[in-house]
């Protein structure tokens, strides 16, 4: 009884590892993606073109230039207007002229390439599982706190406790307050920015809101199936510590799914015809005049300790739970 109560309590600081790693991971750059050519060259831009992906936004990847660099030292013609700060070498001596310092948004550079040979918008991308994000991690969350609540009547307590408030806060975020309506005209504004076809658009936009309806009943429709079936099976238990434990597979058959469909689905607004390619998923890769880099970010590190905590929590309890039934009396 002790033994099994020092493994209760392992398979718990493990699961609460992966519960904090797991929303810090929300958080995080996951992905990032970087591309160089030589009208980039590396004194203007050291990282290149660079994005980070997140699971619910593509941030600007780029870092202010330094002050001794080419780019650095050049004079803009704004740079010149009387009310502009002027740098004293004597008395700024110790003055970080770095600090605050604002990179280029290679978000918005990304896309104007990318335009160039008939890309969608990166903020197209993924349009109904960002914004849902957060409310499936809110799913994830409750079965992990289900996983280390003992089991009965407490876990199942848990679990539709949680899983009440996640559901209530999804369609009151969602409908009530009129995110989900905002979110679509966003993504409308933002699918028109090189195609600017509003008949095709609106009927993307009402796809989105109604796949994003669909999405919402899903999962509230998979928090009533755990809840039965962890009240009608012993071992479905287990599926609450798998279901989170995937987050590294989730991200990167979403992100490959959506490269595949930036490369395969470009539009004729494009000024060179290039042929429908898979973009870069791992490593480094050539298109045209530029070198891609596609690498996991600390975020994705995040996940892995996720996968890592409750693979081992996972084994333990499914132990447990094998010893229980040859135990005698079971």
Known sequence: ????????????????VALVAMISA??????WVSLTAPNYPKDAFPDGIRIHFHFDVVKNGCSAVGANTRMGSETMQADMGPDS?????????????????????????????NHYVGMFPIATGAPVEKPLAKFFFGFFAVMLLGFMAPAGKRRLIVLATGFTAVA???????????????????YMAEAATFFNEPARIKVWGDNVYLYSKI??????????????????FKRFELLLALIPSLLPLYFLIEYAGW?????????????????????????EGKVAQFSTYSY?????????????CL???????????READQSPGA
């Open 85 to 113: 700060e002027r740098y004293n070498p004597i008395l700024d001596a110790k003055k970080d002229v770095n600090k605050n310092a604002e990179g280029l948004d290679c978000v918005h550079e990304m896309n104007t390439i």
């Open 1 to 16: 009884m002790q033994d099994q109560t020092k493994q209760n309590r392992l398979i718990n600081v493990l699961t609460l």
């Open 296 to 308: 996991p970010y600390w975020g994705y590190g995040l996940l892995m300790v996720v996968f890592v």
């Open 259 to 283: 490269l595949w469909f930036f490369g395969h689905n470009m539009h004729s607004w494009g000024a060179f015809t290039v042929k429908p390619f898979m973009p870069t998923l791992f490593g």
């Open 215 to 232: 999405a919402i009943a899903g999962l509230i429709a998979a928090m009533v199936v755990v809840v039965v079936g962890v009240a009608k």
């Open 311 to 321: 693979t081992l929590a996972m084994l333990m309890r499914r132990r447990q739970l």
């Open 168 to 186: 209530a806060w999804t369609l009151v975020h969602q409908f009530a307050l009129g995110h989900l309506v905002e979110h679509v005209k966003y």
């Open 26 to 31: 929300f958080f995080a750059p996951i992905w």
